[in-house]
């Protein structure tokens, strides 16, 4: 409760409440699981991480007890989607009924009900439930942008402008001198 206070998380839950039809389904840990959390994990998580990991032990519907064994998994959470590095929740019902929540971290088992009442179920379990969107590995950085090769400059040649025909001999000498100058141009330009 400490925590859901801290991150002003209550007023939201309560507003969810009043705003949709499906309900919402809390696992709360004991005070004995956040105990056994390695010392500094809580205090280690920055504003955003506290916010998600308790967002992290809300569902967005109302799960009865009697429907724990037909939930399709993974679950989505308040804190995110299903993806492998978001955060869902799976949920097994053994033989002997009971109800197992899986992080993929961590496995916490249903100790009892706290509260239900057809839209708010709330749930006690046995460890603090450590997402794989702050907890687990990281995921792989995305490749790097294909490398464009640069483009060189093309060689630059010297044409030399169209001339009127001339005719003769004339036009023959004015022809291999245009030529020997564009050749020289085109020479110096390289």
């Known amino acids: 409760m400490r925590l859901m206070m801290s991150t002003q998380l209550a007023n939201r839950i309560n507003i969810e ?28 998580l920055n504003d955003q991480e506290k916010t998600n990991l308790v967002l992290f032990h809300v569902v967005p519907q109302y799960i009865p007890p009697t429907q724990f064994q037909t939930v399709t998994n993974p679950l ?10 978001d955060y869902p929740l799976n949920i097994t019902t053994s033989t ?20 239900s009442d ?20 990281k995921p792989p950085a995305p490749a790097p942008a294909p490398v464009k090769p640069k483009k060189t400059p093309a060689a630059v040649t010297y044409r030399p402008p169209a ?3 001339v005719s003769g001999d ?13 050749a020289v141009i085109g020479a110096l330009w390289l």
Request: proline content about 5%; glycine content about 14%.
């Open 17 to 44: 409440l009043n705003d949709t039809n499906d309900g919402l389904t809390i696992f709360a840990p004991t005070d004995g699981a956040f105990s056994a959390l390695s010392p500094g994990t809580i205090n280690g």
């Open 76 to 85: 989505r959470t308040q804190a995110g989607d299903v993806g492998p590095y």
């Open 96 to 115: 002997n009924n009971t109800v197992t929540v899986s992080s993929g971290i961590d496995n916490s088992t249903l100790a009892g009900t706290i509260y």
């Open 118 to 137: 057809g839209q708010l179920a709330v749930y006690q379990i046995n460890k603090v439930l450590l997402p794989m969107g702050i907890f687990g590995p």
């Open 163 to 165: 001339l009127e025909t």
């Open 170 to 182: 004339m036009g023959l000498r004015v022809n291999v001198v245009v030529a020997l100058v564009g």
